[in-house]
């Protein structure tokens, strides 16, 4: 069993639909959670990042962790074709130091 | 500010060749990276530097990978001799590596190998 697990999609939705985006993970060690995007040939972006369980948001994007679960998501309201692109989570047991243990990814295309 | 400069962008090799990909991470990030990912796959670490020195190289395959980080600036990472299975995008990233806060990545757009 994989430590993280992230559905790869491909995920479609017309503009301005609302996106949800999923992982699960095994190793409850894991306190800090990450969500990176990247563009086709391109090198992966921090988005959001957060260390501990309920939600946080940032514009458009609101990302939330449920530890008892083992579940971690990231919502994009207002999708735009600008949002298409590959969303990996990451997570660590370590605010510094430790190693990032990414998903596949999950490849989202909004059309206009 | 510069981002995380990598080079080659492309490399196509035959198997059991050797290649060699060059990193210069953003100035003043006293942490840096090397990302193996495969297609379809999310980014796995092989190898992170604090300053000159390794930290963490578990999932380096020593047998035949190596790198570098000159001076604590620059990295290099080679791969003698390269496989089938060693055709990904090695992605550089570097971050500030403070303890103060949650430590970001920042990468680069990563070297694209083709093993054939």
């Known amino acids: 069993q994989k430590e993280v697990e992230q559905d790869p999609g491909p995920l479609s939705v017309p503009e301005g639909a609302i996106v949800s985006l999923n992982c699960t993970y095994s190793n409850s060690a894991f306190q800090y959670f990450m969500w990176y995007r990247q563009y086709s040939r391109k090198g992966p972006e921090l988005l959001m990042y957060?260390?501990?369980?309920g939600n946080k948001e940032d514009g458009r994007f609101t990302a939330q962790v449920d530890k008892s679960s083992k579940y971690i998501s990231l919502f994009i309201r207002d999708s735009q074709p600008s949002d298409s692109a590959t969303y990996l989570c990451?997570?660590?047991?370590?605010?510094?130091?430790?190693?990032?243990?990414f998903g596949q990814g999950t490849e989202l295309s909004v059309k206009p | 500010e510069a981002g995380v400069a990598q080079s080659p962008r492309y490399k196509i090799i035959e198997k059991r060749q050797s290649v060699a990909f060059w990193c210069n991470p953003i100035s003043g990030h006293a942490t840096l990276y090397w990302y193996q990912q495969i297609l379809g796959q999310g980014p796995k670490l092989l190898i992170q530097?604090?300053?000159?020195?390794?930290?963490?190289d578990s999932q380096l395959p020593k047998d035949r990978f190596s790198a570098e980080r000159l001076k604590g600036v620059d990295s290099t990472l080679k791969i003698q001799p390269a496989k089938l299975e060693d055709s990904a995008v090695y992605l550089c990233?570097?971050?500030?590596?403070?303890?103060?806060?949650?430590?970001?990545?920042?990468f680069g757009s990563g070297t694209q190998l083709s093993v054939l």
């Open positions: 957060t260390y501990s369980s």
């Open positions: 530097f604090q300053n000159n020195g390794v930290v963490d």
């Open positions: 990451a997570m660590s047991p370590f605010v510094q130091g430790g190693k990032l243990i």
């Open positions: 990233a570097s971050s500030l590596g403070t303890v103060a806060s949650i430590e970001k990545l920042f």
